[in-house]
C-alpha cells in the first residue's frame, strides 16, 4: 500500500492519529464479533446458570430447524423482490430523466430525497397506506375484490415490506443509473441513429451492455441493504409475521437474542451473517478492481 | 439528444411525473393525515384533501407526546437525535481524517496491520452482532447515555477510505514545501491539508448526518429510559405502543418531522449529497 514519496518523521504521532478510530474498532467491532463467534459453540441452560462448550451443535441445530430455513427462504424473497422492484423502476426513471434537457435537475430532485426517510419511517408509511380498514391501497383492491390484509395473509405481508424497502431504494438506485447513462459516450449512440438503430434497440444493444458494471455493483449493494439495512421496516411493521412470513435473518438475530434469550443460537446466525456481509463485500471490491480496467 | 422526437419526450414526461406521483404519495398521505382530527380515522377510507387540525395536531404532538404509551413529546426526540447525529458525524469525520493522515503522510511500523483492522469494520454491521455489542456497551455503563449512542457507531471505514484516496491526490509539492518552510506535521495538517478538505468534508458530512439521523436499532436497544428516545425509534412505540389502533394524526405528525430534517439537507445540498454518495461507494 502507498504512501506519499516523502513522509513525515515521528515515532509516536501516527500511533497517536490511529488511536481513537483503532480504539473504538476493537472495543465495538472487534471484542464484540470474537465475543459471537465464542458464544456460538456454547450452550447455556435455560436459567443462564450453566454453560458448557458444544463445538458447532448450535450450527447443526440451526441448519436443521425448520424456522430458520423459512427465515432464509424469506430473506431470499425479500432480497430478490427488492433488488429487482427497485433497480427496475430506477432505471427506467433514470434513462426517462436523461432523455430530458431542461427539467432533467427538476425531476432529479423530485426522486432523490426519499433516500433521507429512514427504513423504519418508510414502513410505518406504506403500513398506513395500507391499512386494512382504513388505507387507501386496501380500499382501491377491494373494488377490484381483491381481499387485502397483511395481518393475516403471509403474502401481503411479503408485498407490504417489499414495496417500502424499494421505494426507499429507488433514490440511491437512480443517482448511480444516471450518473452511468452520462458517461455513455454520445458518438456510439449517434452512430447507431445514423444507421438507423431505434431509440429501443440503441438502449437495448448498446446503452445497457455499457451500463452492466453498474448494473452489478448496484445488485450487490441492494442485496446488502435488502438484508442488513432494512431491520427498521420490518420492526416497525410487521414485525416478521403473521407466521413468520417477513421474518428475514436479521430480524431473527435480534428476536431469539434479545426477545428468545437463545444466546447460543443467535451467536451463530450473527456468525453466518457475518459470513454473509464478508462474501458480499469481497465480491464487491473485486468488481471494483474490475472496473478499473474496463 | 440525437434526434427530436415530441411524442417520445411526451411519453417520457408522462412516465416521470407518474414516477414522482408514486415516490411522493406515502409522504403526501402523511402531511394530509396529521392536519385531521382523530375521530377521521375510526372508519371510512383515509383522507385526501387536508383537514382543519394542523396546528392542533402538531401543538400536540410538539409539546406532550403520548404520555400514556410513554413516548415523550417530540421536541425532546426532536434534540436528540439531532445530539445523536450531529455526535456521530462529527466524530466519525474527525477520527476517519487523522487516521487516513496517519496512514498516507507517515511510514511506521504496522501500518498496514491497522488499515485492515479498520477495514473490518465494513464487514461488521451492527446488525450482525448486535447481543454481543450491547453486552459490552452495558457492561461499560453506557446505557441510556448520548455517549453509549453514538461512540459506538463512530469507527468509519468508508470515511477513512475517502480521506485516504483523496490525499493521495494532493500533490507532494506542496508537503515538500511546507517541509522546507519547516512545517511540522501538525502544521501542515491543519494549514494545508484541512483547506483542501473542506468539499469532501461537506459531502461526506450530508450522507453520515443522514446516516446518525436515521439509526433506529441502536437507540432501541441501548435507551430505556424516555428521556433519551430518538425520533426515528420513538415512532415505533407510538404505532405499537397503546393496545388499541395507533393514534394516526399523531403518528403521522411526527413522522413528517421525524423525515423533515434529513430530506431538506438533501434538498438544499443535493450536489454534496450526490458527490458524497457516488465517491464513498466507489
Known sequence: MQTKRTTFESRWLPYALLAPQVIITLIFFIWPAGQALYQSLLRQDIFGLRTTFVGLANFERLLADPLYLNSMKVTFVFAVGTTLLSMSLALLFAVMVNNMIRSRDGYSTLLVWPYAVAPAIAGVLWWFIFNPSIGILPYMLDMVGYDWNHRRSGTDAMILVIIAAAWKQISYNFIFFLAGLQSVPHSLVEAAAIDGASRTKRFWTIVFPLLSPITFFLMVVNIVYAMFDTFGIIHATTEGGPAQATNILVYKVFRDGFIGLNLGSSAAQSVILMAIVIVLTVIQFRYIERRVNY | ?282
Open chain 2, 1 to 282: 439528444m440525437v434526434e427530436n422526437r415530441p411524442l417520445g419526450n411526451l411519453v417520457s414526461h408522462v412516465v416521470l411525473i407518474i414516477g414522482v406521483a408514486i415516490i411522493v404519495f406515502p409522504i403526501y398521505v402523511a402531511i394530509i393525515a396529521s392536519t385531521h382530527p382523530p375521530g377521521t380515522f375510526i372508519r371510512g377510507v383515509m383522507p385526501l384533501l387536508p383537514g382543519p387540525n394542523a396546528i392542533e395536531n402538531y401543538r400536540i404532538a410538539l409539546t406532550e407526546g403520548r404520555s400514556r404509551a410513554g413516548t415523550p413529546p417530540i421536541s425532546l426526540m426532536l434534540t436528540n437525535s439531532l445530539i445523536m447525529a450531529l455526535a456521530i458525524t462529527i466524530g466519525k469525520l474527525a477520527i476517519s481524517i487523522i487516521s487516513a493522515f496517519a496512514i498516507v503522510y507517515f511510514r511506521f511500523p504496522f501500518r498496514i496491520f491497522f488499515f485492515w483492522i479498520i477495514f473490518l469494520t465494513l464487514m461488521l454491521p451492527v446488525e450482525v452482532r448486535i447481543v454481543p455489542t450491547f453486552q459490552v456497551v452495558a457492561d461499560l455503563g453506557m446505557l441510556n447515555s448520548f455517549a453509549g449512542l453514538s461512540i459506538p457507531l463512530i469507527a468509519s471505514a468508508t470515511a477513512t477510505f475517502l480521506f485516504r484516496q483523496f490525499f493521495m491526490t494532493v500533490p507532494e509539492e506542496l508537503m515538500e514545501a511546507a517541509r522546507v518552510d519547516g512545517a511540522g506535521p501538525m502544521k501542515f495538517f491543519r494549514d494545508i491539508l484541512l483547506p483542501l478538505s473542506i468539499t469532501n468534508i461537506a459531502a461526506l458530512f450530508v450522507i453520515m448526518f443522514i446516516y446518525g439521523w436515521n439509526q433506529y436499532l441502536w437507540p432501541l436497544l441501548i435507551t430505556t429510559d424516555p428521556e433519551y428516545y430518538t425520533i426515528v425509534m420513538g415512532i415505533q412505540r407510538m404505532v405499537t405502543g397503546g393496545d388499541s389502533e395507533p393514534l394516526w394524526h399523531l403518528v403521522m405528525a411526527t413522522v413528517v418531522m421525524a423525515a423533515l430534517p434529513p430530506v431538506l439537507v438533501i434538498l438544499f445540498m443535493q450536489r454534496l449529497f450526490v458527490k458524497g454518495l457516488t465517491e464513498t461507494e466507489k
